[in-house]
């Protein structure tokens, strides 16, 4: 099983920025994790970073035929990028979103996904082991499915 991890905007300032929110794992420690996660599940992933909302589009339709899953954290683009969600619906690869933080308990705008809708499901809150426990839930859907 081959998965694709995508991040958003600011997610590459992770161990930097607003640690009492997204916590002191900086983001070449969180791919680290994850490469080591995948090989003990076992999955194939692959992590790609953009802060541009065009680029997560081109990762996400570059996956069509590459990958049998998507985990996506949009960051910021989670709230309003209709863009993401039309990409995550054109390929039809099943797709997690995740966020570090509990979105739920932030400011009001923040509490809304347009992006969820998109998605088998959604991982909030749980700092960067969200990640983990994503690839841990594709790993069951695709299984399921296949």
């Given at each position: 099983m081959k998965i694709l991890i995508v991040n958003g905007p600011n997610i590459n300032l992770l161990g930097i920025r607003e640690k009492d929110i997204y916590g002191h794992t900086s983001y070449e420690k969180l791919c680290q994790e994850l490469e080591v996660n995948a090989k003990e599940l076992p999955l194939e992933i692959d992590i790609a970073h953009s802060n541009i909302e065009g680029e997560l589009i081109n990762f996400i339709q570059n996956a069509l035929g590459k990958?049998?899953?998507?985990?996506?954290?949009?960051?910021?683009?989670?709230?309003?990028?209709?863009?993401?969600?039309?990409?995550?619906?054109?390929?039809?690869?099943?797709?997690?979103?995740?966020?570090?933080?509990?979105?739920?308990?932030?400011?009001?705008?923040?509490?809304?996904?347009?992006?969820?809708?998109?998605?088998?499901?959604?991982?909030?809150?749980?700092?960067?082991?969200?990640?983990?426990?994503?690839m841990i839930g594709m790993k069951n859907y695709l299984e399921n499915l296949l």
């Open positions: 990958y049998n899953g998507i985990i996506i954290n949009p960051g910021a683009y989670t709230h309003y990028s209709i863009a993401i969600y039309d990409a995550i619906k054109a390929v039809n690869i099943p797709t997690i979103e995740v966020h570090i933080s509990n979105i739920y308990s932030r400011e009001e705008y923040r509490r809304k996904s347009v992006i969820a809708p998109a998605c088998i499901g959604q991982i909030t809150g749980f700092g960067v082991y969200g990640y983990t426990m994503a």
